[in-house]
């Protein structure tokens, strides 16, 4: 794959100074000059040290990126939200682990990417995983496909650039509106999985819209400000308001017309990096989610009536 960008600075600087400005890494460098990549200005190849100038073509040639021989083929299909040569963004079900683990080893998003990508023959065959979900969380996740857009979204979500929307129904009927949940959460001491807000926790910051209430609870939008694990359930859980189906944090509480936390990533938007324009893409609720706010609605109305 090539990249190509041309030089705007009206002061000439160095090849490897403007590669910077690209955020374009020494390890990523390495890769292009050892295995098989190519350097290029106007065509011709060229040296980190060269000048280059206002105007100058310069173009990075990717070096192939060969599969994980240890991940698993899975021949599970995957709904493609959105792709081109850089990302491929997929709608994950629930009941999907987004990676594979002892538990876990094949089916996972990753296993069904691989499949996905090995049937199509990319020349890029290296999973590349940007967004994770939790099993039982549906929505959207971002895979990139190649290194330098893995490392340029991994830059956006450290800087707080991409943003993810979420959407969730919770037990009890929220009093406000709207709110910033502000409040550290670190691992519980007796357990390997579970999260708590505790003091000695990671800053984590969650703000919610109420969207619609209900007799017995409440859908929300939501937007993660921090990433940390189990991040809006713990923080819902802990002011009172438990995901509905959450049986992690809201034990003994089974949802009768759920059986998983009703938990989606309904939208994720970001500045492309490679063509400068904004990239939306939504995931519609899923059918488990849209029988459940059914019910809900249809058990309001019982009561309004």
């Not at 040296?47 to 206002?54: C, L």
């Not at 939200?81 to 994950?92: I, M, R, S, T």
């Not at 979500?157 to 949940?181: Q, S, T």
Request: charged share 30%; hydrophobic share 35%; with cysteine.
């Amino acid at each position: 794959m090539k990249i190509e960008w041309t030089v705007t600075s009206q002061s000439p600087m160095t090849l490897k100074s403007f590669l910077k400005t690209k955020r374009i890494s020494k390890r990523l460098l390495a890769k292009v000059k050892f295995q098989g990549g190519r350097l290029e200005v106007n065509q011709e190849l060229s040296r980190v040290r060269k000048q280059v100038s206002e105007g100058d073509l310069v173009s990075l040639s990717l070096p192939d990126e060969p599969a994980n021989d240890h991940l698993e083929i899975s021949d599970k299909k995957i709904v493609v939200l959105f792709e081109d040569e850089h990302f491929l963004l997929v709608d994950k079900p629930s009941n999907v682990p987004s990676v594979p683990s002892s538990l876990y080893r094949n089916h996972t998003m990753a296993n069904r990417v691989k499949g996905y990508i090995e049937k199509k023959d990319y020349r890029h065959k290296t999973i590349h995983i940007v967004t994770r979900l939790d099993k039982d969380t549906s929505g959207v996740m971002i895979f990139a496909k190649h290194g330098l857009a893995h490392s340029y979204l991994d830059q956006l979500l450290k800087g707080k650039e991409l943003y993810k929307e979420y959407v969730a129904f919770v037990n009890g009927k929220l009093e406000k509106r709207w709110d910033l949940i502000d409040r550290p959460i670190g691992r519980m001491e007796d357990s390997i999985i579970k999260r708590q807000v505790v003091e000695t926790g990671k800053p984590s910051k969650t703000e919610y819209w109420v969207k619609k209430r209900y007799r017995d609870s409440t859908l929300v939008k939501i937007q993660l400000h921090t990433g940390r694990t189990h991040q809006i359930r713990v923080h819902f859980s802990d002011i009172g308001h438990a995901l509905l189906g959450d049986t992690l944090y809201n034990p003994g509480s089974a949802e009768k017309w759920i059986d998983r936390q009703a938990l989606h990533c309904a939208k994720v938007v970001f500045d492309h990096p490679f063509t400068g324009k904004e990239l939306s893409v939504e995931s519609p609720l899923p059918d488990d989610l849209k029988r459940l706010s059914n019910q809900l609605e249809s058990v309001s109305s019982e009561k309004k009536s």
